[in-house]
């Protein structure tokens, strides 16, 4: 239960300011507007009142609906200050609602504040409350206009509405969080059988033989066999190096004749250049006689050509020897006859043996591949049983959540409460009135569930239907802890004659007894010909209203 203590409320709505406590008692909210020609209630600011109260915890009028700017025109500091003050759970908390130059919504809690923004604080408060803005408003606020638009609804949306009212559409949000979280898991379970599948379909591949079988045939193998026609190949090209080899020994000799030749004439023209150097000018650099130079530099000169020429010859030689026995200095003889040695042991069926090697591979990667599958399909099938369980209790919840579960069982239990309820007012009232429920329906009925309650009564036997059913859910909503020491009454009285209202009015003098009882109405015989526990008196001057306290 919520217990409302006080409320303020200043530049709000039409006001300037409004101060009131909610100890227990009946009380006539009143109004007078000097703003029109003839004094009058009407808009005066009553309304506003009640307003006020779930703007501050909901951010919703008495109409359902949200105003984005509720401060008041005329007001001097352009600023709307909301504070209820209320005991929830044994703890005294404030709620805070200011609109003007900054925004803020605070909720306090024995003093101390609790930070929230703005768009997180409204889902924080009713957390908190324990109730929403329609329980709030089933169990405080009563106004005809609301009941007669609940008793023209067809079933279904009746139904709809009592489930909303009682919480119930809590239900619809688990539902699809259910829906979501199962579509998921239907997802990866999905995914993780078609994994499955696609293992059994490796595995289902089989390879000749077992890799233990394929090596032990191959150990036979002192190595990889030659075929006789690489053998043979080879055993001819070391044939031909070898005679190669024969060839340049012979010719060794020779070359390193014309080596050394090529040294001899190599320093003889050394020589030559250096005699051209010291020839002077027809004088011998030795003893100092004359020679003739031309003479001897010509016969120097041609000396020197037929040298250069012996040389060059000699080079091409030595080239030519080269590049024939080019292959001798790559070769190895002892390597290449330690090959055909060995390949000589291992002349064999060389495809047969790659036929071998190749099955090896193939039956190796299929052990590793297979002993991975097999390990992955362990584990898949551990989360496919996880993901199975948790889907089989998804599906549950689902059900559960659905129109013929849970909500189906709990509709059913809050409308035998509700008709408890019901029997009592009925008794108190003259009028026998039962709820029932269906699969997706909610109709009333009186004279013992004989009479539907869809046609032929009259306007003010349908208003004290309402009103009765409207006392009924209240109660029943209080008695199952969710609703408030509040209840205002806007305009109940209207359709009823004087014996009615009488009797409506002892009903709520006893009824107010525990409880702070507000009465808003324009009958002016009920304002003065009967007794209130106290008075609030709404005046509104020049646009704005001010709400005055009389004992």
């Not at 200095?329 to 069926?349: E, H, P, V």
């Not at 599958?373 to 099938?381: A, H, P, Q, T, V």
């Not at 859910?473 to 004087?498: C, H, I, Y």
Request: proline share 1%.
């Amino acid at each position: 239960m919520v217990y409302l203590d006080k409320f303020y409320m200043e530049g709000a709505f039409s006001y300037g300011k409004c101060e009131i406590d909610f100890s227990p008692g009946l009380v006539l909210l009143d109004g007078r507007n000097y703003d029109v020609g003839e004094v009058t209630s009407n808009m005066s600011g009553k309304t506003s009142v009640f307003d006020g109260i779930v703007t501050c915890l909901f951010e919703q009028n008495s109409k359902g609906m949200v105003k984005d700017n509720i401060i008041n025109v005329l007001s001097k500091d352009k600023k709307a200050s909301l504070c209820l003050d209320m005991v929830v759970g044994g703890k005294k908390v404030r709620v805070e609602y200011i609109r003007g130059k900054e925004n803020s919504w605070t909720y306090y809690e024995n003093g101390e504040a609790v930070k929230k923004s703005l768009r997180d604080m409204g889902g924080f408060i009713i957390e908190r409350l324990g109730l929403d803005y329609n329980m709030f408003m089933v169990s405080s606020y009563i106004e005809q206009g609301r009941l007669a638009k609940f008793l023209e609804l067809n079933d279904a949306d009746r139904k709809r509405l009592i489930a909303s009212y009682f919480g119930l559409n809590g239900f619809d949000a688990l539902r699809e969080k259910v829906k979501r979280k199962r579509q998921l898991v239907s997802s990866d379970l999905d995914s993780i059988r078609g994994s499955l599948q696609e293992i059994e379909n490796s595995l289902s591949m089989k390879v000749e033989r077992e890799v233990s079988e394929i090596e032990r045939e191959l150990s036979k193998y002192k190595g990889a066999p030659v075929s006789r026609e690489e053998f043979e190949k080879n055993l001819s090209a070391f044939k031909k190096m070898c005679k190669l080899s024969l060839e340049y020994r012979k010719v060794k000799t020779e070359e390193d004749k014309l080596r050394e030749s090529l040294r001899s004439y190599e320093d003889a023209l050394s020589l030559k250049r250096k005699v051209l150097e010291f020839l002077g000018d027809n004088v011998c650099y030795v003893c100092g006689s004359k020679i003739d130079k031309i003479k001897i530099e010509k016969k120097i000169l041609d000396e020197r050509a037929d040298l250069e020429e012996k040389v060059n010859k000699i080079r091409k030689l030595l080239r030519e020897i080269e590049d024939r026995f080019s292959e001798l200095r790559r070769w190895s003889k002892s390597s290449q006859l330690n090959w055909l040695r060995d390949a000589y042991k291992r002349i064999g069926d060389e495809g047969e043996y790659r036929k071998l090697l190749e099955e090896l591979g193939r039956a190796r990667m299929y052990r590793e591949v297979s002993e991975g599958l097999l390990d992955r399909k362990k584990k898949l099938e551990g989360e496919e049983k996880t993901l199975s369980e948790v889907k089989e209790l998804l599906d549950f919840w689902f059900d559960g959540f659905g129109p013929k579960g849970l909500p189906a069982m709990v509709m059913n239990n809050l409308v035998d409460g509700l008709n408890t309820v019901l029997s009592r007012y009925s008794e108190l009232f003259g009028w026998k009135i039962t709820c029932v429920v269906d699969d997706d329906k909610l109709d009333l009925y009186t004279d013992d569930g004989k009479k539907s309650l869809k046609g032929g009564y009259s306007g003010s036997e349908m208003s004290l239907v309402s009103l009765i059913v409207a006392f009924a859910m209240r109660d029943w909503l209080n008695m199952s802890g969710k609703g408030t020491n509040v209840l205002f009454l806007d305009e109940v009285f209207a359709p009823f004659d004087s014996t009615m209202r009488l009797k409506l009015f002892d009903f709520l003098s006893s009824f107010s007894k525990d409880r702070c009882v507000v009465v808003v109405s324009h009958n002016e015989d009920l304002k003065n010909k009967l007794g209130w526990d106290r008075v609030w008196r709404v005046e509104k001057r020049n646009g704005i209203s001010n709400l005055f306290m009389e004992e």
